[in-house]
């Protein structure tokens, strides 16, 4: 099985900063990496799939890069809304598997 | 638009099974697979499994095999999650996945709302 690891597991940041969220895979995937934000009580919505598409709607703050196994997901400046839980989940093989996410709070 | 909608939240004992449902609509129910995401308290997101929902064929991830069945009627374009022998430590939000595949990357497009299973004596 392919073994998720993101880093930080947490951070505090103020609005405006810049945001750098970094994911490694235990073997190459090569760009099949997704990311995912997700927010109490809601359910987790996708920022960004294979490794730097953005999906429709999302603010283009919000970028990704990497390839084969070190993937980081950017925000160039961090508004109200983004403070969340950021998850990396390859598709390369199954299972199908996450990072252990990296929570983004107010400092 | 997509929708994906869960069953309501089930309380359930130690040993029991539970039965989750997911009802999708806003496009062709057959062209896509479905994945089960759970979080439990105070935990990350974890892979359950898979099933096609044009060929019923179905994946897990290995701790949830043998215990876990995905079904779907394509009647109504449901899949269902059926969990037995449950345990305390199965309470946790249950999400629903309508995968997509772009450039050759399948990921979790569309969640159905999440649905609270708690397992409590």
């Known amino acids: 099985d392919i073994q998720m690891t993101q880093s930080p597991s947490s951070l505090s940041a103020s609005v405006g900063d810049r945001v750098t969220i970094t994911c490694r895979a235990s073997?190459?995937?090569?760009?099949?990496l997704n990311w995912y934000q997700h927010k109490p009580g809601k359910a987790p919505e996708v920022l960004i799939y294979?490794?730097?598409i953005l999906q429709a709607g999302v603010p283009s703050r919000f970028s990704g890069r990497g390839s084969g196994t070190d993937f980081t997901l950017t925000i160039s400046s961090l508004e109200p809304e983004d403070f969340a839980t950021y998850y990396c989940?390859?598709?390369?093989?199954?299972?199908?598997?996450f990072g252990q996410g990296t929570k983004v709070d107010m400092k | 638009q997509v929708q994906v909608v869960q069953s309501e939240g089930e309380m359930k004992t130690p040993g029991a099974s539970v039965k989750v449902s997911c009802r999708a609509s806003?496009?062709?129910?057959?062209?896509?697979?479905f994945s089960w995401v759970r979080q439990a308290p105070g935990h990350g997101l974890e892979w359950m499994g898979w099933?096609?929902?044009?060929?019923?064929?179905?994946h897990f991830a290995r701790k949830f095999q043998g215990r876990v069945t995905l079904t779907r009627d394509i009647s109504t374009n449901t899949v269902f999650m059926e969990m037995t022998s449950l345990r305390s430590d199965d309470t946790a939000v249950y999400y629903c996945?309508?995968?997509?595949?772009?450039?050759?990357?399948?990921?979790?497009?569309?969640w159905g709302q999440g649905t609270l299973v708690t397992v409590s004596s």
């Open positions: 073997q190459s995937i090569g760009s099949s």
């Open positions: 294979a490794t730097s």
């Open positions: 806003g496009y062709n129910f057959v062209d896509y697979g």
């Open positions: 989940q390859q598709s390369a093989t199954d299972p199908r598997s």
């Open positions: 099933i096609s929902a044009y060929y019923g064929d179905t």
């Open positions: 996945v309508s995968e997509r595949e772009k450039r050759g990357v399948v990921f979790f497009g569309h």
